[in-house]
């Protein structure tokens, strides 16, 4: 058997690796939100400040939503983090949602602030959509939320007085990336920190076996394969954090982003290794790895760790404004 080892920090692309809604485990999310939509929104210098509404495009409608920002965190938190996580995890995705919000707000140029799509911006679900979806949980999953979004509500994170651009993921592989190494600016607060409580969680390794007839398929866009399936992949070239810069198939060098695409893995931080006519993935982690790990969140809020210390360990260089 021969084995190649990657390991790709997820790209900006509409894989995000969060689904629309938080899973039911104690992992966050499968699809992660909050990225930039465009380089040149990494990069914005406005006074920070922070609303009391959004206009939301509601992408299955094609509608604008005016909708309260208690509202919209309502409906954020409870479809990006699932409610059996801790009060200050939910705290800290409280300040970071906000966060974001008010910066795509401050930055739009669009008719709306924001989508509810994790393709583009955070997920949301309508209030009522929820409570009809909890059922019998319903008034007392509300009386949670409202609470935890009351303690914190106001409180946004800055860098430089301006707002910070809040990225957030699931799960990283055991350290968040540099954001330089995934969307190619860099930001002194979106750099990689430890978060090695991720591997942890129960849903840190996932697999994906596939044959070398699908591996040729799924990659016949980029590059025609050749020769010996075994041979297809190259040693990776990484990041200190483990980030493939480039791998070579079939002697043509691709991104490490292209890859992780094609497949369609939870993130792009993986094992592929071969045997006997398959090509097996072992997934580590799941989203871009950039900004705060959620389930990393959890883990220090279970050790006891409140929100403000678990912001300022995923966004270094920050303050916490009100």
Known sequence: MKSVFLCVATVMISVLLIPLGALKSETAVIKTSAKPETAETLTVKKAAKVYESFKVL????????????????????????????????????????????????????????????????????????????????????????DEIIDSVYGRVLTYDGSLALTCYHAISSGKTEDCENVWGKKLPYLISVD????????????????????????????????????????SPVTTDALTVKSITFCNKTLTG??????????????????????????????????????NGANYMAKQGSHFDEILLHYYPNCKIAE
Request: charged content about 25%; hydrophobic content about 30%.
């Open 195 to 234: 978060s090695s409580y991720d591997k942890l969680s129960e849903n840190y390794l996932t697999t994906l076996t596939v044959t070398a007839d699908e591996v040729k398929e799924k990659l016949s866009g980029l590059k025609n394969a050749e020769g010996e399936a075994e041979n297809w992949f190259s």
């Open 58 to 145: 509601i992408i299955k409608t094609q509608k604008i939503e005016t909708v309260s920002a208690k509202d919209y965190l309502f409906g954020c938190v409870a479809s990006e983090m699932p409610l059996s996580y801790s009060d200050e995890a939910l705290k800290a995705q409280t300040v970071a949602a906000y966060t974001y919000a008010c910066r795509k707000k401050q930055t739009s140029k669009n008719e709306y602030d924001l989508t509810d799509s994790p393709d583009t911006d955070q997920c949301y679900t309508p209030k009522a959509d929820l409570l009809k979806k909890w059922g019998l949980d319903a008034e007392s999953n509300s009386k949670r939320l």
């Open 257 to 294: 982003f292209e890859i992780q695409k094609a497949f369609g893995l939870k993130s792009a931080c993986f094992e592929v290794s071969y045997f006997e006519g398959n090509f097996t993935f072992t997934v580590k982690g799941s989203g871009h790895g950039v900004g705060m790990s959620q």
